[in-house]
């Protein structure tokens, strides 16, 4: 995951990535070994939302989700 961070930074460097800016590119690679689980990796369930925050997601105490808020 760093190196495609990384690729990331290359572009934002060089004005060519669309996603952000250098700032925010550099932010998610320091936040990466704070949040990233490698372990997670390979498994079956794939978590998308389009606005995926604390106000639309519940976790119990083990950060196990227990419902989700759909906003339309």
Known sequence: MAAKIQ???D???NSQYRGG???SCVKQLEL???YWIPE???SPFVLVHGDLSANTIIVDS???VQ???LIY
Do not use: E, H, P
Request: charged residues 40%; glycine residues 4%.
């Open 7 to 9: 690729r990331k930074i």
């Open 11 to 13: 572009r934002a460097s």
């Open 21 to 23: 800016d250098m700032q």
């Open 32 to 34: 990466l070994d704070k």
């Open 40 to 42: 997670l990796d390979n």
């Open 62 to 64: 083990g950060n196990n």
């Open 67 to 69: 419902r989700y808020a």
